[in-house]
């Protein structure tokens, strides 16, 4: 009879170890939900920032295709400047000939002043802001 009595202090061991292990089980079952719950969470999130990143993307195009309109005003822009310093030159030689032009900037006026050898003086126009 010590044998039974030794299979039933055994068994008796296993199922209170079975027990505790079950209700491991359940405690890592309740933490598995809840971390599939946070990962749902996350997925959702991430799908979210999938989104406003494509719509970044999108609104980046469109400033891109903005700076290049700019890009092409200023060179029509360049090409005004330039046109008006080719007048500017022809005029100064048809009045004086070949005479020396000094250029001071007016910060104010965000443009130079001209100053010519025989003393005249052109300043810049204020051009509203």
Do not use: Y
């Not at 903005?66 to 009045?95: H, S």
């Amino acid at each position: 009879m010590s044998t039974d009595g030794d299979l039933m202090v055994a068994w008796g061991q296993r199922l209170a170890l079975r027990a505790k292990a079950l209700a491991l089980r359940a405690k890592g079952d309740a933490f598995w939900a809840k971390g599939l719950a946070v990962r749902v969470k996350g997925d959702a999130l991430r799908a979210k920032g999938v989104a406003f990143w494509a719509k970044g993307d999108a609104v980046r195009v469109k400033g891109d295709a903005v700076r290049v309109k700019g890009d092409v005003v200023r060179v029509k822009g360049d090409a005004l400047r330039a046109r008006g310093d080719a007048l500017w030159a022809t005029a100064i030689l048809r009045a004086h000939g070949d005479i020396r032009v000094e250029w001071h900037w007016r910060p104010e006026f965000n443009d130079s002043a001209c100053r010519l050898e025989t003393g005249e003086l052109f300043e810049p126009e204020r051009v509203p802001a």
